[in-house]
């Protein structure tokens, strides 16, 4: 008998929800679990090798001992503590670890009394034997300025403020992975339905086709070797000149091979950390998601909201629970310097807007004003945070409201004589402008898009010189820009185009 490896000493068990416990065993195999401090005994359901012991909604609780028992077996957990969890998903804005936070060498210092915990998803290109070991040495781990130090910055500041808040223990489940698309996480079925999805599949299948599976772990291991020498070689380059030019190090430092060839080895591949990740954590049971991705997925950014929609589809499913919440962080702005302005952000960012808008049991941090220009990986990830924790509390929780959560958010126009627009927006009870108001473009019949001045009067903001008659209107359809534009709440307005932009169709969990 054993259980799943997310179930460890330290752990934190979800509040007010029924709670699973599964794992393996003999076949007929008579489990129980017991919390003998809530005077809490199940009996588990055993399937095959299969078991699971469904435990029964409790209060929050700071300590209690799990004990899971057969007739010739019994394993302890101990100091467990039941509050609220949350699996923290995503690429590598969401993996950005508290060590290398703006704030974190601080953070760091003083995390060791907060009461949040975390479980550090192993991740593995495959499941194989290396997965198995990395799970036997997993565990959940309590905050210090040691063990801290590789946790998701954005999830441990939500998790901070969430706790503080509550009252209750929160703990974080780290599943995340850099440089990844929404594609590796997600079962192939969801892709293999959709013909918008099917590319991902497609390509992949092609680039493996004729090629054995020792073939491919052979093609990736060189891979690898390749580009940890050719990294070695990147940051010397950095390091001697820091504005060195991206042609100049692949000039010296040769190819840069990323992401390596596509095969069952590379973590890159459609739906592999979704075998060898999510696969492993689900259905452990959780309050919802925190889901920061999207920057992987920019080379199809016209497929992205049925992407990230297949993919809340998905987990959802894994996790039992068709109204699991999911909290989407809408991506910065950003944009290298070598790069012309190539308009796919702003896509993927009104995709991201689109799925809150269109699905229920959805959130969205806005963090336009939380990148970098030429670093994709900015990092003070402290408002992220922030702005996670206001939907939770808004979306989830019903502590707050959409006004305190939320910026205002683009509704409509109205299209007045003389090339005079009215936008209005939804939550809105006016506007704080931080400089010039600027971004806003109108395109009349020929579908042309040209920039317009614009002025705020309270709660609509007034575009004059528009072409007439105006057909659509966009705000900031860039890459990277400046932002100046917020809500009284201090959280900027988010970039719209009027263009399929979605009516709100969305139910609030209080609501239910």
């Not at 804005?93 to 998803?121: I, P, W």
């Not at 954005?154 to 703990?171: H, Q």
């Not at 939380?370 to 003070?380: A, K, Q, R, T």
């Amino acid at each position: 008998m054993n259980t799943a490896a997310i179930f460890s000493d330290n752990m934190v068990l979800q509040r007010h929800r029924n709670v699973r416990i599964f794992g393996q065993c003999e076949a007929g195999e008579d489990i129980r679990a017991d919390i003998p401090e809530l005077g809490i005994s199940v009996k588990a359901a055993v399937t095959g090798e299969d078991w699971v012991a469904v435990l029964p909604p409790m209060e929050a609780c700071a300590e209690c001992t799990v004990e899971i028992s057969s007739a010739s077996d019994k394993i302890t957990f101990k100091n467990v503590a039941v509050g609220e969890v949350w699996l923290a998903g995503g690429q590598s804005n969401m993996e950005f670890e508290l060590q290398n936070d703006k704030n974190g060498t601080q953070t760091l210092a003083e995390c060791s009394g907060e009461n949040v915990r975390f479980y550090y998803t192993p991740k593995c290109e495959m499941a194989d034997e290396k997965l198995l070991k990395a799970e036997t040495e997993s565990c959940w781990a309590l905050p210090s300025s040691e063990d801290s130090r590789c946790w998701s910055a954005v999830g441990y500041y939500f998790a901070r403020e969430l706790s503080r808040s509550l009252g209750v223990t929160v703990g974080v489940i780290g599943c995340n992975w850099g440089g990844t698309s929404a594609s590796a996480w997600i079962n192939r079925c969801y892709l293999e339905q959709d013909s918008r999805l099917r590319p991902y599949i497609d390509e992949y299948d092609e680039a493996c086709a004729g090629k054995t599976v020792p073939e491919m772990i052979a093609e990736y291991d060189e891979y690898v070797a390749y580009h940890t020498a050719w990294e070695k070689r990147m940051q010397r380059c950095y390091q001697e000149r820091p504005d060195i030019e991206w042609s100049e190090v692949l000039e010296i430092c040769g190819e840069n091979r990323y992401p390596g060839p596509m095969g069952c080895k590379n973590p890159m591949r459609p739906c592999g950390l979704y075998e060898t990740m999510i696969s492993r954590v689900r259905p452990y049971t959780i309050a919802g998601v925190l889901y920061y991705q999207g920057e992987s997925d920019d080379h199809r950014p016209d497929t992205y909201y049925s992407l990230l929609t297949a993919l809340i589809d998905c987990w959802r499913s894994e996790w039992l629970d068709d109204e699991l919440p999911f909290l989407l962080v809408q991506l910065p702005m950003f944009k290298y310097t070598a790069d012309p302005d190539y308009k796919h952000w702003c896509k993927i960012r009104q995709a991201q807007l689109k799925a809150y808008k269109t699905i229920k049991n959805t959130g969205i941090a806005v963090a336009l004003d939380c990148g970098e220009f030429n670093n994709i990986h900015p990092v003070d990830k402290e408002p992220v945070g922030h702005r996670l924790y206001l939907q939770a509390m808004c979306e989830v929780y019903g502590l707050m409201s959409r006004k305190e959560a939320l910026p205002p958010v683009f509704r409509e126009f109205t299209d007045c004589t003389g090339g005079r627009l009215v936008l209005r927006f939804d939550n809105c009870e006016g506007f704080d402008l931080r400089g010039e108001l600027t971004g806003f473009e109108a395109a009349g019949t020929d579908g042309d898009f040209v920039s317009v001045c614009a002025h705020i009067e309270e709660d609509i903001i007034v575009l004059e010189s528009a072409p007439s008659p105006t057909i659509s209107v966009r705000y900031k359809w860039t890459n990277y820009a400046g932002v100046e534009l917020y809500g009284k709440n201090g959280i900027p307005v988010p970039p719209f185009s009027s263009v399929n932009s979605a009516p709100s169709q969305r139910t609030h969990l209080s609501e239910l």
